[in-house]
């Protein structure tokens, strides 16, 4: 052991070393494990996070998860697969799973506990443990550009009850659910990833609506929890929900009673980063209570881990951080490491669900407008896809849309992408004489989009609207499919209605 002393305090070299390891969740590039990550999990580090670039197949994410547990068994494995358009196991494909939105479309719950459990079978069987999934966010703003149908839906009963059922599936699986983002991100109009939000709600208003399904989710055991980069004045009027201690200790901790881990978002991302600093952020999260820091989703390297380590270290030195507060930051990733392994041994894996339960309960979200006068297409039709920028958490890399699957039941389908004050326009032209399938994301959100459905129904009126956002806009057209989110298999279950298979 290797000690020294600071004024007139005596520190733990390598404990603090380890520790400030310990409380990290970074990312890495590639597909197979760089020698620093691995030199650092054998100096203390507890966790990695994986994302789309780390992930080519199913084989080749459980030998990834191997060569990280052959140099620490206990090692948490975490991955942002929340199914539906968030999707890191398929991220070239789209999910074989619809999102929340949809399972909140059905509302049965017993299918969301099911959908959750064979998720995380999946995940277990790469060597996956901890996911940082559900979102129990409120989707309360319609105007929100990052959460949407990532949300089970708008009314927090509903959002409360699919949460518990889906950490109760996940965790069936002996994959610790991580439920996000803390304390709600649902009433907002900015991205988090992009500059730092503000929610004005009354904290009555917040109890009621934003706190109901994370008091759900920790009655129902979440092992983790995920916190915001979010400004709340009534709950903190100076600092985000990350770096706060009356968000994390006084309402998470000492208020609402959770005992789990806590993790941060991203501390990459711009709302903490642009302000403070990702070291510096780093410092305040695991002050204000966090015990896990998320960093990685864009740095990914060597340096990151050393910089935060070092920061942690001379926070504590300094004063700024306790050394008890890290300790038991520490001590709690450790603990859940303990119940991802001990887990993993003693517990049998959730059983299958069967490979078409997403399916199933895609098919199930499914909302018509005006299918009882609709005559399935028998001809290859037009797929005009009004694309808006991707949401950050979504990634433009995943496939979204009707058109893949149109293509094998009606051969001969062929699509365009729009964009733009002209895409109705340039759909029409590129459509010829061909039916027009027009698929659209948020209608209600983006005016351009609403324009070129308005100018593609008076041309040609038998067009078929397939939405894939939240259906806030009136539906329309010969037939309207609310598909309630664009992961694979609700493209799947609107092309069957499309083609009458």
């Not at 020294?4 to 590039?29: E, I, N, W, Y």
């Amino acid at each position: 052991m290797t000690t020294f002393a600071s004024g007139t305090t005596t520190f733990d070299k390598d404990r603090l070393t380890r520790d400030a390891l310990t409380v990290l969740q970074p990312g890495f590039p590639g597909t197979t494990a760089p020698d620093w990550l691995l030199r650092h999990l054998g100096e203390g580090l507890a966790a990695v996070g994986l994302f789309g670039r780390n992930i080519a197949s199913p084989e080749q994410l459980a030998a990834l998860t191997a060569q990280l547990r052959a140099e620490r068994d206990d090692v948490l494995v975490a991955i942002d697969e929340e199914g539906g358009d968030v999707t890191r196991l398929e991220v070239r494909t789209g999910s074989s799973f619809p999102g929340n939105h949809a399972l909140g479309a059905v509302d049965d719950v017993a299918l969301t506990r099911e959908v959750a459990a064979e998720l995380g079978r999946r995940l277990a069987e790469c060597g996956v443990n901890l996911n940082w999934a559900p979102s129990a966010d409120v989707n309360s703003n319609a105007a929100n550009p990052v959460i949407g149908v990532r949300s089970f839906g708008a009314d927090p009963a509903l959002v409360a009850r699919h949460t518990a059922a889906y950490v109760t599936g996940l965790q069936s699986a002996g994959v610790a659910a991580c439920t996000k983002h803390f304390p709600g991100h649902g009433d907002t109009s900015v991205d988090s990833h992009h500059a730092l939000p503000r929610i004005d709600a009354e904290a009555s208003v917040l109890g009621e609506r934003e706190l109901t399904p994370f008091r759900a989710a920790i009655a129902a055991g979440t092992r983790a929890v995920m916190s915001a980069h979010i400004l709340v004045p009534a709950l903190d009027p100076t600092r985000p929900a990350t770096l706060s201690p009356r968000i994390l200790t006084s309402l998470l901790r000492d208020e609402l009673g959770y005992d789990g881990l806590i993790v941060t978002d991203g501390m990459e991302m711009q709302a903490v980063a642009a302000t403070y600093g990702i070291e510096r952020g780093s410092v305040l999260a695991i002050a204000a209570g966090a015990d896990a820091i998320c960093v990685g989703g864009g740095l990914a390297d060597d340096e990151t881990v050393r910089r935060l380590r070092d920061a942690l270290i001379t926070a504590v030195h300094t004063g700024d951080l306790p050394e008890e507060r890290l300790a038991d930051a520490a001590d709690r990733v450790r603990a859940l490491a303990r119940w991802t392994a001990s887990t993993a041994t003693t517990t049998t894996a959730a059983a299958s669900q069967g490979p078409d339960v997403g399916l199933a309960a895609a098919r199930r979200a499914l909302r018509l407008t005006g299918g009882e006068v609709f005559a399935p297409l028998t001809e290859a039709p037009y797929v005009a896809a009004f694309t808006p920028v991707a949401n950050f958490a979504v990634g433009a890399e995943t496939p979204w849309g009707v058109a893949a699957e149109l293509v094998r039941l009606l051969p001969g389908t062929e699509t365009g992408s729009f964009t733009g004050a002209d895409a109705g326009h340039a759909a029409l032209v590129a459509a010829g004489e061909r039916r027009i399938v027009a698929v659209v994301r948020d209608e209600h959100r983006h005016p351009w989009m609403a324009a070129a459905l308005d100018t593609l129904l008076t041309a040609r009126p038998d067009t078929v609207v397939v939405e894939m956002g939240v259906p806030q806009a009136p539906p329309r057209g010969t037939l309207h499919i609310a598909t309630h989110g664009a992961a694979r298999v609700c493209g799947r279950a609107a092309a069957e209605v499309i083609a009458g298979k």
